[in-house]
């Protein structure tokens, strides 16, 4: 591989991953680093790329929802995640969720089967000096390229994401669950529900708060993201703040009652077999045993068999408002692109997005060419202006929403905008996803 047209890319994660793909395939060289089998983070524990770590939800797929519309504009680009996540999903309503191993293996034999991709398999705990560099280290970025990075751009700042726990199937009471999505969604079966009443509800909210959690270290500020938020630090906001939340009963009827519970508590599947399920929603920081007490109060989930506790793991992420321009390079170093959530995207979707738009961006740069910024209308260009231009002192990791797109010009109904949101934006992509090819 020439080293002058070749990109070094940190991070074999699903930004990293997408980055090395769409250089790849327009035909420039990469070479992708990524630590594990020899060096796991503390959430990670599968040695192939592209690994999920906190839920196997890519969530909703309806044009409705901004991260729908994110995942239609980067089908239409031929992005890699999103062909990975259709070659492994699993039924999930009206969301897209996969197959955590399979999702992997698709996308480890794509990467290490493409010519152009060399894969490293280690550690990187410095900053090449020369060449085109792609930072896609993740939010679990190891302490040596933490220390290289902050070295590098002075600021570093943290907080903390909460995984949730799963069960096997075949330890589930079922005379106490029931299958349904909300509304009828979906093949209707596609998610598990565990039925809660009143009294039941206010027990288990109760020991939410009681429960002993997992105290973090002094030198650690704990910031926690509102889309990822400990199950138990929503208790704390008061009696119902669950049953608005993770916990809402609406649109699913227990056919044991005809009626609504007071709360629900939803179980998706983590397989295409469906022997595992995971606690939509239920991230905590509880310690083990508490985690074991505590669920196992939920009607049909007394006897459950844990597959994975859930855990708290640090999130780091830059100040991108004032490190990188619109293009995801150093402002200080152009040389240097950052992508995924190190740069302050939140989400499976939102990393496989800014990976796809830096791998790009980096092969024109590798050859000369201007670089190409999607359209601000577009879910991709809405994304990429905020972790940019959000406020310096105030910035905090986001998925994407509909809330950072530009206004629509003149009236128009409430019910009516995102869907016309969808449409400018679809729209707009389709000028450039040929130019950006």
């Known amino acids: 591989m020439s080293e002058n047209k070749t990109i070094t890319i940190i991070g074999g994660g699903l930004a990293g991953c997408e980055a090395a793909w769409q250089a790849a395939e327009r035909g420039v060289s990469v070479v992708l680093h990524e630590m594990k089998p020899h060096h796991y983070s503390p959430a990670h524990g599968m040695e192939g790329l592209a690994e999920l770590v906190c839920s196997n939800s890519l969530r909703g797929i309806s044009l409705d929802n901004a991260v ?15 062909a990975a996540a259709q070659a492994t999903s699993v039924p999930a309503g009206g969301a897209l969720a996969v197959d955590r191993q399979l999702f992997s293996d698709y996308v480890t034999a794509k990467i290490e089967g493409h010519p152009l991709i060399r894969v490293e398999r280690s550690e990187v705990t410095e900053i090449p000096a020369e060449g085109t560099v792609i930072i896609a280290s993740g939010p679990l970025t190891s302490d040596g390229l933490a220390g290289a990075l902050q070295a590098l751009i002075g600021d570093r700042l943290y907080f903390y994401d909460a995984i949730a ?27 598990l529900n565990c039925p809660l009443s009143e009294e039941e509800y206010a027990a288990f909210i109760e020991q939410l708060l009681v429960g002993e959690k997992v105290p973090a270290r002094e030198f650690e500020k704990v910031v926690h993201f509102e889309g990822c938020m400990p199950v138990e630090e929503l208790a704390s906001r008061g009696l119902d703040t669950l ?26 599947a983590e397989n295409r077999e469906k022997t595992m399920y995971n606690l939509v929603g239920f991230q905590t920081k509880l310690t083990w045993s508490e ?9 049909g989930l007394e006897q459950v068999e844990f597959v994975r506790l859930g855990s708290m793991h640090r999130n780091t992420f830059i100040n991108s408002p004032s490190l990188l321009s619109p293009t995801q390079q150093l402002k200080s170093d152009p040389r240097i692109f950052f992508a995924g959530q190190i740069t302050g995207v939140e989400g499976y979707v939102e990393s496989a997005a800014s990976g796809f ?9 590798v050859l000369g060419l201007p670089l190409p910024l999607p359209p601000p209308e577009t879910a991709l260009g809405a994304l990429m202006h905020h972790i940019t231009n959000a406020d310096v002192k105030h910035f905090q990791p986001m998925n994407v929403n509909y809330g950072i797109f530009a206004e629509l ?23 450039w996803e040929g130019a950006a090819r």
């Open 68 to 82: 729908g519309l994110l995942k239609e504009e980067l089908r239409r680009c031929g992005s890699l995640m999103m």
């Open 165 to 191: 726990p799963i069960v096997t199937a075949d330890s589930l009471d079922m005379t106490k669950v029931f299958a349904a999505s909300r509304y009828g969604k979906g093949d209707g079966d596609d998610y």
């Open 243 to 268: 049953r608005f939340g993770p916990m809402k009963p609406v649109g699913l009827i227990n056919p044991a009652t005809g009626h609504e519970a007071h709360g629900i508590i939803q179980l998706r």
């Open 291 to 299: 985690q074991r007490r505590i669920f196992r109060m939920i009607p």
């Open 357 to 365: 738009l830096a791998g790009i961006t980096a092969v024109n740069q």
């Open 409 to 431: 010009p003149g009236k128009i109904k409430k019910k009516e905008r995102r869907q016309k949101l969808a449409e400018r934006a679809l729209a707009a992509l389709e000028g």
